[in-house]
Each structure stands twice: as structure tokens, then as C-alpha cells.
């Protein structure tokens, strides 16, 4: 039966035997454009139908039979219900099917010949039918019916079924899918192969089978990750940075000028930078700690190091907001060794006339420490003495930009980034391997723990009061919504709203600010300026204040629709507040179902932002944590990070494939994902 064609995966859904004009277009209105993308289309779920039954055994739930039609008719119940009946038996019995407006029903199934029904077998009106069934021929290859069928996302322009029969078509028509493995991988792995697999993901033969379809595919996700990783690690490895070495006399002139006393775990961490920075090879190194925890003086440390023998450093932070403050904290620090005038800021609000002074002032190396947002990459920033970059609170900072920068400087930068959202362990050994992270498990000591509460919407007036009380003692709040304007599909607060509500209603009286992502630099900058300086007592914001913001006299951080925040976005934007030696009290507001959801609730006890983070990946994956899956390569879609069995396998077949004589080139769909992998996957 089997037609001979030549149906490659990049080949367009129209050379499909079968799928016509519209169906093409409508297949576009979901992102499918070629055969690839439609294999690569995997179902959200499964339904099992595989257990054909005889009608006597039927039990309420999801049920397939092997069937006779005996009668079928259709008819209009009123304007607009149709409804059609059909009467079907097998040896053992019969039983009543029932669509609704499915008029073509009644004319396209035919008397006397064997037909699967699957559907769902339940009580309507006292009596036990099937609702809205698929039937299909039993001589037919079925897609809907009598076996696990997979269920898809689909929408209005086209339908699981369309799905299905499409995905059905191209196996039918002989499609050929080369094996992108290397083939000593295959064998020794025992996977099956790319085409069987993809062929089980949507026709599984049985739940055992799919498992190994999963399986083959989660170890590819994995190998290319683990490739990519190595990649980079191989590519790192290959390079040479600046021998920065340790000068004692000046570390601990720095120590000693510091208004406070460094907690253990920074010490420690600022002496495992200062080991990395002695070598010659590129320093890979992520620094997670809390908010609070004192990121910013550590790399300070570092920095110092590198400006006193007479080298460049970047600090690149990911708002100007953010950017500013460090570099008023910086030039503070700096001052009491006279280094202060070695340090300047580069954001896209000042003038061009001090944007252009600030670029001279840095390619002539005057200035040895450069504190900015990304406008440093820009190609006019010029310094070739750039030896270290450091970038805070940002999860994306790969190879492709550290090459861009190195073009600048010669050599390869060391890299040392910032975060409050910890890697969790699972997926910090597993795919990040090139990295090494430090954990500043210390908080700098006498701060109070930040008391959380979970609000519903209706009991918000006893929030308004705490807020009125604290800011009649003088201190500062953050009220958090989730958007800037309010748009028509989704009912969220948003910061416009609230702001004009509690302006004109709630909080006549208080000096109000708003603050959001849309609004210019300047006046994004003004706000902050002014809350900082407390001519401000309340600002109403989006998370543009989620990231590094101090203002030590706020102490109440209100969150609207909280449960549109990620966990590890809350605990950030809880970091805010309590930062000075006042209790802090963070609000979690949204309707009564928060009450009820664990991963709020979680927030009310736990307050480690370690243990945050590996709930998170628990429950969202890995994608949602790190913002990343739009990229979509990196949410695993078949992998599962607690598979240890898989992880292992697939690094150990990574690790013996960068060893072997083979060359990645030779096999060119890995290596395409490999390349791609190795430019996005770095996060640190
Ligand atoms: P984060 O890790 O969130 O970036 P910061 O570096 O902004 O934290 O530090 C938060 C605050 O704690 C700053 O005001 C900083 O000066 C202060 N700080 C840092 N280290 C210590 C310490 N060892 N003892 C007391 N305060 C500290
Ligand atoms: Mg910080």
C-alpha cells in the first residue's frame, strides 16, 4: 500500500500525500511549517484506549469496543443542537453512541462492517452511553480509536484529530529520518532509533515502549547538553587570561577600611576567586547567595585585585537602577584607599557629552573599574586592558559574549557572576559542569528573618493598615503587581491601576511613586532617586525593583496576583525589604486559591533561597526557572534530571565522545544543536 516517496524532515508539510492547502495553513497557525515540526510536536498526554472490551464488561471511564452498527439516524433536538444516535453491539451485547452536532455522523458510518469506538462510557438521562466517541474501520490503521492515543495541543483553526492523521500520513508515506547519534552511542546504549522513536511518541504500542521512546529522546536532550558544556569547557581551556596575583598588604588595607567585618563564608569565597585569578586559565565562577548575603563586596575584592596591577574591570549590571547604586556603593568603599577616581558608570541616561568622556576616559585607562548595563558590549566601548567581568544578578552571560569582549582586551576575560537565584545542586552537576560556583551560605549577621503572609483580596484593608502604620514610623513600602497596563484577556492588577487607586482612595496623604519597565531611564531614575532618599514613601512597581535595590528604611514589600511570581522572583523581591536592622513584613496577596497552593505557601516558612530554588525546579522545571524557555532547548522535554540512570549514561557517553577520535562536524544535526547549545547554555 505503501506509497515510495521522498518525504524528508525539512521537506514542507504540503508534499504531504493527504494535507491540502487549508490544513497547511492551519498547521502554520500553530508554528508548523515543515515535517520536522510536526514529528518534534509531541502530545501533552496520553489516553489510554488500548483495552478493547466487550460491551458486558464495560466499566464507567475511557473505554474502546469492537462494534457493529445496527442503527444510526440524526436529527435537530431545537435551532442549533443536533444530535445523532446510534445503536452498536458486539457479540455480547449493545449500547447507545450520542454525538452532538456531528451531523455528517449519520451519513459517513456504514451498517454490517467492524468499527473501533473510543470515547467515554458514562451515565446521561439513567441510562449508559457513549459521549462524542471516535470511530474508526478496523481494517483501517487507527489513530483515534483502540489503542494509547496521544492528545495533543491543539486549537481553533485545528483539531488533535487533524494532528494525529497527519503525524499518521507521513509514516505511512515512507518518511526517511536519518539517525543524528553516532552510532557506537546507539549500540552501546541500547537506544532505538530517532525513527522508532519518534514513531512511538506518537503511536505507542504500549506504555513500556513509550518509556523507551522517552528514554531515546531524553538521552539526545542530554548528550548535546552535556556536549555543548564540554564544548565550552574544551574551548576554555584553550584560552589564556591575566595572572592576577594576590597582594596580602592590599587585601587587608581593604578589609580593614570596611565599615563592617566579613562574614566566614565571604572570606572564603573571596580567597577561592583569588586562587582562580592566579592562573592563567579564564575563571569560570558563579557566586549564589542570598539577597543580602553580600555579593557585591566580594566582587569588589576581585575587582581591586585586578585594578591595582594595573588592568580593566566590568561590572555589568542588568538595570540602570541597579547599575547607579553599585556605583555609588563602589565609589563609598573605594574612597578610604584613594581609589575612588578609578571608577566610573556608563548607562544609557547620561548625556552623550559624559558618555563620550566616560568611553575616552576608559579606552586611555583612566578609568580601571567601569560599572554599567549592557551598553558595554557596544562595539565604541573600547578597553584593552579588560581583564575581569563581573555580572550581577543576570542568569545569561555565555562564551559568544566573553569572545565579543575578549576581541577588546586581547585576552580572555575572567568571569565572575552574581546571583540570588542559586543553580539548583541536581542541575548544577549535571549540566553546568564548566562552571565553578561558590555559596555565600551567610547572611551577614543581626538582620531579622522577614515575617510573610499569605492575604486573600478581600481582607487587604489590614495590609493598608500595617502599610499606614509603618510608613507613620517612618518607614518605606514596595507594592509589586504583575503589569504595567491592564489588558482585556488577563485580569491582573496592574501598576497604573493600583497606583491611580491609591492615590486618589487609599493612601491620600502619602508620597506615592510609580515605577515600571515602559518608563523612560530618566524618570525610572528619578523615581528610585527619590525613594532612596525618602522623599518617596510608597512605590508601586513592577519586578524592575526585583533585582540588587537597597533601601535599607523599606519594610513592607506588598505582592499583588502573587501566584503569577515564580518562587525564586518572590523570595528576590522579599530580599528587598528588611535590609536595614527594622522587621520587615512581605505580603502575599491573591484570591483564596493561594491559600491552598504549596508553592506559596512554602514562602511563609521557608526562607533560603537554596531551598527555594530546588522546590522551584521541582515544580516548574528548568525552563521556567531560569526564564529560558523560549528558548525552548533548554526545558528538557523528555529528560527528567532526577533519571540518574539517564544523566549518567548520557554524560559518560559525552565524555567518551570528546576523548574518541570521532569529530562532532561528521554528524551535522548534533552539532547544529551542540553549537547552539554551547551559545545559550552557559548560566552563568
Ligand atoms: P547582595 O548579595 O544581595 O547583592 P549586597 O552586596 O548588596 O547583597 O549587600 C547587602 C548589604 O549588606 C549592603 O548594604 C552591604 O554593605 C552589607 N554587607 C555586606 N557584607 C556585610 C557584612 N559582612 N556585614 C555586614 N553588612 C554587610
Ligand atoms: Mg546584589
Not at 209 to 215: D, E, I, S, V
Not at 597 to 622: M, T, V, Y
Amino acid at each position: 500500500m505503501a506509497t515510495v516517496t521522498n518525504l524528508k524532515l525539512d521537506s514542507s508539510l504540503s508534499e504531504i500525500k493527504g494535507v491540502g492547502q487549508v490544513l497547511v495553513k492551519n498547521f502554520d497557525s500553530i508554528g508548523i511549517l515543515t515535517i520536522r515540526d510536526l514529528l518534534f510536536y509531541f502530545p501533552r498526554r496520553y489516553d489510554d484506549y488500548s483495552n478493547v472490551v466487550k460491551i458486558v464488561n464495560l466499566r464507567p471511564g475511557l473505554v474502546s469496543i469492537e462494534v457493529i452498527i445496527n442503527q444510526i439516524s440524526g436529527r435537530y433536538l431545537r435551532r442549533g443542537l443536533h444530535i445523532t444516535e446510534a445503536l452498536v453491539s458486539d457479540s455480547t451485547g449493545s449500547i447507545k453512541l450520542i454525538w452532538f452536532n456531528q451531523p455528517y455522523r449519520a451519513k459517513s458510518l456504514i451498517k454490517n462492517v467492524s468499527y473501533y469506538v473510543s470515547g467515554k462510557f458514562e451515565l446521561r438521562s439513567s441510562r449508559f452511553v457513549i459521549m462524542n466517541p471516535s470511530v474508526e474501520l478496523v481494517s483501517d490503521f487507527p489513530f483515534n480509536t483502540a489503542r494509547i492515543i496521544p492528545v495533543y495541543r491543539a486549537n481553533r483553526n485545528i483539531s488533535v484529530r487533524q494532528i494525529r492523521q497527519a503525524i499518521g500520513l507521513v509514516f505511512k508515506a515512507n518518511i526517511k529520518i536519518p539517525e543524528p547519534l553516532p552510532d557506537n552511542i546507539v549500540k552501546q546504549h541500547t537506544l532505538i532509533s530517532l525513527y522508532e522513536a519518534l514513531y512511538l511518541v506518537h503511536f505507542p504500542e504500549s506504555f513500556s515502549k513509550l518509556n523507551q521512546a522517552r528514554y531515546r529522546l531524553g538521552f539526545e536532550e542530554v548528550l548535546a547538553l552535556f556536549l555543548a558544556s564540554l564544548k565550552n569547557k574544551e574551548f576554555l581551556k584553550k584560552t589564556h587570561s591575566k595572572v592576577i596575583n594576590f597582594n596580602e598588604t592590599l587585601a587587608k588595607k581593604f578589609v580593614s577600611s570596611l565599615p563592617f567585618k566579613l562574614t566566614n563564608s565571604q572570606r572564603k569565597v573571596i580567597w577561592q576567586i583569588y586562587l582562580d585569578l592566579e592562573k592563567d586559565l579564564p575563571m569560570n565562577r558563579l557566586i549564589e547567595g542570598d539577597v543580602g548575603s553580600g555579593k557585591t563586596v566580594v566582587a569588589l575584592m576581585a575587582a581591586l585585585m585586578v585594578i591595582n596591577q594595573g588592568w580593566q574591570v566590568v561590572f555589568m549590571a542588568p538595570t540602570e537602577v541597579l547599575a547607579r547604586q553599585h556605583a555609588q556603593t563602589i565609589n563609598d568603599l573605594l574612597t578610604p584607599l584613594g581609589l575612588s577616581d578609578k571608577v566610573d558608570l556608563l548607562v544609557g541616561s547620561k548625556s552623550l557629552k559624559e558618555k563620550q568622556l566616560t568611553k575616552q576616559n576608559l579606552r586611555e585607562g583612566k578609568t580601571a573599574l567601569i560599572i554599567g548595563t549592557h551598553a558595554l558590549l557596544e562595539p565604541d566601548v573600547l578597553m584593552d586592558k579588560l581583564a575581569l567581568v563581573i555580572v550581577d544578578e543576570q542568569h545569561r552571560f555565555g562564551v559568544e559574549q566573553r569572545k565579543a569582549l575578549q576581541l577588546k582586551a586581547g585576552s580572555m576575560p575572567h568571569l565572575l557572576s552574581l546571583s540570588a537565584t542559586p543553580i539548583p545542586r541536581s542541575l548544577a552537576l549535571t549540566l553546568f559542569g564548566e562552571l565553578s560556583i561558590s555559596r555565600l551560605l551567610e547572611k551577614p549577621a543581626k538582620r531579622l528573618k522577614i515575617k510573610t503572609k499569605i492575604i486573600v483580596e478581600e481582607n487587604i484593608k489590614c495590609v493598608y493598615q500595617v502599610m499606614r502604620d509603618e510608613m507613620n514610623k517612618g518607614r518605606q513600602v514596595f507594592v509589586v503587581c504583575p503589569l504595567i497596563v491592564r489588558d482585556n484577556f488577563f485580569k491582573g492588577k496592574s501598576v497604573e491601576l493600583i497606583y491611580q487607586q491609591f492615590k486618589k482612595e487609599v493612601f491620600q496623604g502619602y508620597r506615592l511613586g510609580l515605577l515600571h519597565g515602559k518608563m523612560k531611564p530618566k524618570d525610572k531614575n528619578t523615581v528610585m532617586d527619590n525613594f532612596v532618599k525618602h522623599e518617596l514613601d510608597l512605590i508601586v512597581t513592577t519586578t524592575v525593583i526585583e533585582v540588587g535595590v537597597d533601601v535599607p528604611n523599606a519594610t513592607v514589600m506588598v505582592i499583588l496576583d502573587v501566584d503569577q511570581f515564580g518562587l525564586a522572583q518572590i523570595h528576590q523581591l522579599r530580599g528587598r525589604i528588611g535590609r536595614g536592622s527594622e522587621q520587615g513584613y512581605c505580603f502575599l496577596v491573591g484570591d483564596y486559591s493561594i491559600t491552598k497552593n504549596p508553592r506559596i505557601r512554602c514562602l511563609e516558612d521557608l526562607d533560603d533561597g537554596f531551598q527555594l530554588a530546588e522546590l522551584d525546579l521541582k515544580l516548574r522545571g528548568p525552563g521556567a526557572l531560569y526564564g529560558l524557555s523560549q528558548h525552548g532547548t533548554l526545558d528538557l522535554r523528555f529528560a527528567s534530571l532526577d533519571d540518574k540512570n539517564l544523566i549518567e549514561s548520557a554524560k559518560k557517553a559525552a565524555n567518551n565522545f570528546m576523548i574518541s577520535s570521532d569529530s562532532l562536524i561528521k554528524y551535522k544535526e548534533l552539532n547544529e544543536k551542540v553549537v547552539y547549545l554551547s551559545k545559550i547554555s552557559n548560566l552563568n
